[in-house]
């Protein structure tokens, strides 16, 4: 048989596979030959910057070492404070002072002081009067304040007149005394240009193809120098010096352009290229070896092509795509049938559209879905709509009253009430029963009327529910949607609008316009409350029941959703569980009725509104604080225990409250008085004290004036750092920011 098909499959990729295989190749090197550019580039960039920074930090050392001296040596002072001409001995003090300073910096060339009131001058190795000096016309300009405090461009620099100095250097000037307006002199540092230069070049020796300097005024430092770098130019940069204005300008060496041919003799082609072979084995022994199914299929199509001319009494040719054409023709005409039955079906695909648009799943063109509604008798476009969720109000006691037959019928009732009340408002409506518990409709309505027209039909339905029914429902508005991946946004918001009603109760609509704003909810009062309880349950203390109406309080102020309510109580559920592991066991008789916290917990979920999850919570913690008050009425330490909380509730504002205090007063051993204290309340001493003290902080700080410095004194610390870092460990805020928070005006 021939294998003309094998060969068009194998040379139909082959091709391919080689161009693509050398395309990545080639892309790869010229990738990484950028990316070391860029990196070359930006090495060089870092490199400059260093370097000015190098040399900024070294000249501003020495300016910064000159003004100290010229502020704090005695003898320079008293030289500028001095009248009438300069004894040599001070001179010659002067002069070590200057050849010191010099001697200190690598760069530093020769230090030399001006006096105005004798025009004298003294350097770091004679003393002129200015006439005589070569460099006074730079002195007289320094002094004038010409020089600005700045250091200059290389110039020429020489101590004697008709002396010329081969090296240039850099001078800054700065007017003595440093402090003061009107000057008595100057002094002036002169840096070799030599010493800079001989840095740079051992920099370039090793790390720059060329490297210059250009004053502030455009000049290059060195005679040297190369032109300015272009702008943009690869492997140049160049820095200015916001402090002398200097710029400093780096080259690095130039790559070395790589042919074509020399690509494909790097040494990383070579495994390349035989990576590239292998594939080419490869794809020839897949094709060969998937080839074998397409071989059978044809083989097939043979033995029935011929199979069907003998019974026509003649042979033919057989067109294997002919065959396939045919074979696919009946397996389309098959599937439209198929398709044409699941289009009639029309409930089932309006169903799932309804879950695709508020799921936002949808995914249908505006002339796909314009058809699919004309069959679906569905609004083809709309200005405006909105999710609309009727839920039934405690629906476990619903499920427990009627039998199904009656839960189905009221369902039924609900549906055609809701469908007439919006017919009546003349707004088109889409509704299904989305879960068992929940009426989901998406109503479109003008834009201009959009909230009137929805609101009336939310209040009805829920009054017509709760005066004809025997029960009541809860109605969740979302927000307004102006296409259709918007009504996916409209039933979330309606989703989170009821979460809402946990706080204010059954047979109410919620609006998402109005609780978006408190979406957020913030947990931390709450879990503070929380861990607050924890403690009084577990030293079982008569004040529980305040903190757990102060717990519910703070959920309600932060308007808490379902959800977060339960978080807060599952957090104090933990709190709880994690002091009762250090308790003793109790005995069989003294367990609450509800004794595992998480049984409590999944009786609790199954509740809706937040009074009924705290009735559910107090009857819980009753049970047992009034365990735990046994077990403690039982216990021998009990009556000293009691007597120990009393005492520090009277005394808490004893800076010298301690353990060791209460063991002297109650003839009981430190270390035994803490281990009852901590198997009485579960809590340590010192994390007891600390407790109340902060307890009586708080309350001073919001309901009076006193100062914070008062406060810590009244409540038993004598440093108010002490209070200030103790209160912020209990509170996670500082005594000023509590008051900030909390205190009315």
């Not at 001995?89 to 690598?106: D, G, S």
């Not at 094709?287 to 003649?314: C, F, Q, V, W």
């Not at 039934?392 to 006691?397: E, G, H, K, L, T």
Request: aromatic residues 12%.
């Amino acid at each position: 048989m021939q294998r003309k098909w094998f060969y068009r499959l194998l040379l139909s990729y082959m091709p391919f596979f080689v161009f693509v295989v050398l395309l990545l190749c080639m892309t790869f090197y010229y990738r990484w030959s950028e990316e070391t550019k860029e990196r070359i580039q930006n090495t060089n960039d870092v490199f400059a910057a260093h370097v000015m920074n190098v040399m900024d930090s070294s000249f501003l050392t020495i300016e910064n070492y000159i003004v100290q001296q010229m502020l704090t040596d005695e003898t320079i002072k008293n030289y500028y404070n001095a009248e009438g001409p300069t004894a040599p001995f001070v001179a010659y003090q002067i002069t070590q002072r200057l050849n010191e300073i010099k001697t200190l910096f690598p760069f530093a060339g020769d230090v030399y002081l001006y006096k105005k009131s004798n025009n004298e001058v003294i350097t770091d190795n004679a003393m002129f009067q200015l006439d005589q000096f070569a460099d006074r016309a730079f002195v007289e300009a320094a002094f004038q304040g010409a020089m600005n405090g700045k250091w200059t461009s290389p110039r020429s620099y020489n101590q004697f007149i008709g002396e010329v100095r081969p090296d240039k250097a850099m001078s800054l000037a700065k007017p003595v005394p440093i402090t003061s307006a009107i000057p008595s002199g100057v002094v002036v540092v002169n840096i070799q240009a030599g010493s800079l230069r001989s840095m740079l070049q051992s920099i370039k020796a090793s790390a720059a193809d060329s490297i210059n300097l250009i004053g502030a005024d455009g000049h290059p430092f060195f005679e040297a120098a190369t032109a300015d770098v272009k702008t943009g130019e690869w492997g140049s940069s160049s820095v200015r010096s916001a402090y002398t204005g200097w710029k400093l300008e780096v080259k690095v060496p130039p790559l070395e352009r790589a042919s074509v041919m020399a690509f494909f003799l790097e040494a990383w082609m070579l495994p390349v290229l035989g990576l590239m072979l292998l594939g080419l084995l490869f794809l020839t022994y897949m094709t060969h070896r998937n080839y074998k199914p397409i071989e059978e299929i044809m083989i097939r199509i043979d033995r029935y092509a011929l199979k069907r001319s003998l019974s026509m009494g003649k042979k033919t040719a057989h067109d294997e795509f002919q065959f396939i054409s045919s074979a696919l023709d009946n397996l389309v005409e098959n599937s439209h049938q198929y398709e044409k039955r699941y289009l009639e079906d029309l409930s089932i695909r309006k169903k799932y559209w309804f879950y695709e648009l508020l799921e936002g799943h949808f995914s249908l063109t505006p002339e796909e879905w314009r058809l699919e509604a004309d069959q679906l008798k569905l609004p083809e476009t709309f200005a405006s709509a909105m999710v609309i969720i009727v839920e039934i109000d405690n629906y476990q006691d619903f499920r427990r009253t009627y039998s199904v037959r009656d839960q189905q019928l009221f369902k039924f009732v609900i549906h055609g009430v809701m469908q007439e009340i919006a017919q009546g408002e003349q707004v088109p409506i889409w509704l299904e029963w989305k879960e068992a518990d929940q009426l989901v409709a998406i109503l479109y309505v003008d834009a201009e009327k959009a909230h009137t027209a929805v609101d009336n039909i939310a209040e009805s339905v829920k009054a017509w529910v709760a005066s004809n029914l025997q029960f009541t429902t809860s109605i969740y508005v979302g927000t307004e949607a102006h296409d259709a991946e918007d009504i996916g946004h409209s039933y979330q918001d309606a989703l989170r609008a009821g979460e809402y009603r946990t706080l204010h109760g059954y047979n109410h609509v919620y609006f998402a316009r109005e609780t978006q704003p408190h979406t957020g909810g913030d947990l931390y009062r709450p879990l503070q409350a929380a861990k607050t309880l924890a403690k009084a349950v577990r030293a079982a203390e008569p004040t529980w029941q305040d903190e757990l109406e102060a717990m519910f309080a703070e959920m309600r102020s932060e308007q808490l959703p379902r959800e977060k309510v339960l978080d807060a109580v599952q957090y104090l559920f933990y709190e709880l569980d994690k002091m009762l592991q250090d308790l003793p066991e109790l005995p069989e008789g003294q367990l609450p009725a509800r004794s595992s916290s998480a049984e409590a917990m999944a009786d609790l979920t199954k509740l809706d509104l937040i009074g009924e999850i705290q009735s559910g919570l107090t009857a819980y913690l009753s049970d047992l604080v009034d365990t735990l008050e046994t077990w403690q009425h039982g216990q021998d330490y009990h009556r000293l225990i009691g007597e120990v909380k009393t005492f520090l509730l009277a005394n808490f504002s004893n800076p010298d409250l301690s353990l060791h205090y209460l063991s002297e007063k109650f003839e009981l051993s430190s270390r035994m008085l803490s281990k009852l204290f901590k198997a009485e309340t579960g809590e340590r001493f010192v994390d007891y004290l600390i407790r109340i003290r902060v307890e009586e902080a708080k309350r001073l700080l919001v309901e009076s004036s006193d100062s914070v410095q008062s406060i810590a004194e009244r409540v038993g610390y004598l440093q108010v750092i002490s209070f200030i870092r103790t209160f912020k460990k209990s509170e996670d805020m500082t005594p000023g920011e509590y008051r900030k928070l909390n205190q009315t005006s």
